[in-house]
């Protein structure tokens, strides 16, 4: 399984997107989560959650959801 359905999974697919999203620094935003800087960092990046943050990039070109 993958992201929030994930069994270490801290942050469900709505917070997810809201960072993604935010204008807030990753700091503020890693405090607010309870989640590390390197977490929002990658978020932000699409290096991880990408399925949900850029559906159209992964595989085919189709969304996954």
Request: no cysteine.
């Amino acid at each position: 399984p993958r992201g929030e359905l994930h069994r270490k999974a801290i942050l469900k697919e709505a917070e997810v997107l809201e960072i993604y999203h935010s204008g807030e620094s990753d700091e503020s935003l890693a405090q607010k989560y309870k989640v590390h800087q390197v977490t929002i960092y990658s978020i932000r990046k699409e290096r991880s959650w990408k399925y949900l943050t850029n559906p159209k990039d992964i595989g085919n070109g189709q969304p996954i959801y």
